[in-house]
């Protein structure tokens, strides 16, 4: 309780101390329309178990293996296979931007069937495609995964039965093959012709969309930028089909600072206790009294905090929390209701709870009060 109250009254204390949003960097903010990553998987086998692989009862472990050694002229009916070192998984990676032939990337390896512990086990050649691309297509192939896999744990038993002892550690039925697949096909890109490109956003807002229209304007000229909706800017690129002035140009664009601006929002978790909220949250003059706690706001830099039945936990001393733009104290009262003037930030409010050791449970309930009656002026959003 300790801790996680002393992690929320540090959030709220840096984010009082940051009213003001500082500068960032255009590339930290946006992404370029069509420069993305994109979804490959595959379906393969993992051989060379040491008797952790799947059994008979997933009956695609064998249809697969029968296919597999019928390609390497080996026929063999399925009845006829009994193994344990072999398990089907699925092969999943990402294809980066702008990825060429030849390069390698990371793949993760996942049980399909019931084996219990990849460990050990190679990745035979698995070719990868888009979601969506035929299996019969072979230009449907971005790339071909294979290698030793990496699990990062391990399961371990007795030997004795059921009821014999056993450990895990992480999960040995999903693994990684680092560098593990090798990139085949690129994909194309219209990059080095198009006449404009749209930023996007990562957090659509129409004021930062403005702000970047107009520092990319102010930067490199007037009509260069253009907001189009609370997601896209769209920017002029240079007429020549150079690329490396295209990757200059834009690479200014990215290095731009922009201070970005965002609603004001209150995100928690109710099942851990976490509360985050930005600096410009606020509330309204209302009145707010939770138990035998009651708080005060006087003027327009302090708030105060009674307790109206002292206890060993909270003794009826009076408690003081300065700075240089509000004072916050705890008292012993008698429980009459006190007003919080408007303008006092939601901050203060969670701050003063916590020095007389509210949980953060009972400052959420005090939050999903202010917001039913209208007071907190800021999107209330549980995860």
């Not at 500068?23 to 992404?31: E, F, G, M, N, Y």
């Not at 990825?99 to 190679?122: F, T």
């Not at 140009?249 to 928690?268: H, N, Q």
């Not at 303008?343 to 939050?367: H, P």
Request: aromatic share 4%; charged share 20%; proline share 4%.
């Amino acid at each position: 309780m300790k801790k996680i109250s002393f992690l929320l009254l540090f959030v709220l204390c840096f984010s009082a101390l940051s009213p003001v949003a500082h500068a960032v960097r255009v590339k930290d903010i946006c992404s370029v329309e069509g420069v993305r990553e994109n979804q490959l998987l595959g379906y393969g086998l993992v051989v060379g178990l040491n008797k952790t692989g799947d059994d008979r009862s997933p009956g695609f472990t064998v249809e697969s293996l029968t296919a597999f050694m019928r390609k390497n002229g080996i026929n063999m009916e399925p009845s006829a296979i009994s193994v344990k070192n072999v398990a089907a998984v699925m092969v999943t990676a990402k294809l980066p931007p702008f990825a060429r032939q030849g390069m390698k990337i990371d793949v993760v390896v996942s049980a399909l069937g019931n084996s219990e512990n990849l460990q050990g086990g190679v990745l035979i050649a698995t070719p990868l495609r888009p979601v969506g691309s035929s299996t019969n297509d072979p230009e449907s192939i971005y790339a071909v995964a294979q290698g030793n896999i990496s699990t990062g744990g391990y399961a371990v038993s007795g030997g004795g039965g059921s009821s014999s002892a056993s450990q895990v550690k992480n999960h040995p039925t999903v693994a990684m093959i680092p560098s593990g697949a090798i990139v085949e096909r690129e994909v194309k890109t219209a990059f080095a012709t198009k006449p404009e490109i749209q930023l996007l956003l990562r957090n659509p807002d129409f004021t930062t969309a403005l702000r970047v229209a107009q520092m990319v304007n102010s930067s490199l000229g007037a009509d260069t930028a253009q907001a189009r909706d609370a997601t896209s800017i769209a920017v002029k690129m240079p007429s020549t089909g150079n690329a490396e002035e295209r990757v200059a140009y834009l690479s200014k664009i990215e290095a731009l600072e922009v201070s970005p601006d965002s609603p004001a929002r209150v995100v928690y978790n109710e099942r851990t206790g976490t509360i985050v909220m930005g600096s410009n949250v606020r509330i309204s003059t209302t009145i707010i009294t939770h138990g035998n706690l009651i708080l005060e706001k006087k003027g327009s830099k302090s708030s105060t905090i009674a307790q109206s039945n002292p206890s060993a936990l909270v003794p009826g001393t009076t408690m003081k929390s300065e700075n240089e733009d509000y004072s916050v104290k705890a008292t012993e009262d008698k429980g009459e209701f006190r007003t919080l003037e408007e303008g006092v930030t939601i901050g203060e409010v969670a701050r003063g709870l916590n020095a007389l050791g509210v949980s953060s449970r009972d400052i959420i309930s005090i939050l999903q009060a202010l917001k039913e009656c209208g007071a907190l002026q800021a999107e209330l959003v549980a995860m």
